[in-house]
């Protein structure tokens, strides 16, 4: 979650910094791979935590309830 929000607020954050001209471009290109290093990893962690949800958590439920 906390690493999503960082992905999400990584572009406005350079923006801003470029706008109080605290850098010469808006977006470098190691800002950009930043970025989609930060939502790549964001996507495999929500489809793990998706499969969890889907398989593992009925059967834990299941056992804790029986």
Do not use: C, H
């Amino acid at each position: 979650m906390i690493i999503s929000a960082v992905a999400g607020f990584k572009i406005p954050y350079e923006v801003i910094q470029y706008l109080r001209d605290k850098k010469e471009k808006p977006l470098t290109e190691e800002d950009i791979k930043e970025f989609l290093k930060l939502a790549g990893i964001s996507i495999v962690l929500i489809i793990i935590a998706a499969f969890v949800e889907v398989y593992i958590t009925p059967e834990v439920a299941n056992y804790l309830l029986t």
